[in-house]
């Protein structure tokens, strides 16, 4: 199983971006999906969560600004992020709860996100 992450990029203050992570091989179900990001000299933290039944969560500092989406059909979870500010910058990882031939939790490499003018 791998997931793959892709979308982030340049964009200044208060623009949009959109990202995109899917996962492929041999895949029976997938629970939580999740984001998160780092920033340079910060620890990864948790920015949004949905369950397989599509409840969110969300970190405060993007509460009303990000969403969490996913398309069960595709094993694909997004990220549409409006009002981007500098510290959104960040690498932003996916992380999914899959069943496969066992049960794990996967990552996707990182995708740059750096907001600024």
């Known amino acids: 199983v791998q997931l793959q992450a892709f979308g982030g990029g340049l964009v200044q203050p208060g623009g949009s971006l959109r990202l995109s992570c899917a996962a492929s091989g041999t895949i029976f179900s997938i629970n939580h999906m999740r984001w998160y990001r780092q920033a340079p000299g910060k620890q990864r933290e948790l920015v949004a969560a949905?369950?397989?039944?599509?409840?969110?969560n969300y970190v405060g500092s993007v509460t009303g600004r990000f969403t969490i989406s996913r398309d069960g059909a595709k094993n694909a979870v997004y990220l549409q992020m409006n009002s981007l500010k500098p510290e959104d910058t960040a690498v932003y990882y996916c992380?999914?709860?899959?069943?496969?031939?066992?049960?794990?939790?996967?990552w996707g490499q990182g995708t740059q996100v750096t907001v600024s003018s």
């Open positions: 992380n999914a709860d899959i069943r496969t031939t066992f049960t794990g939790t996967f």
């Open positions: 949905i369950t397989s039944s599509g409840s969110t």
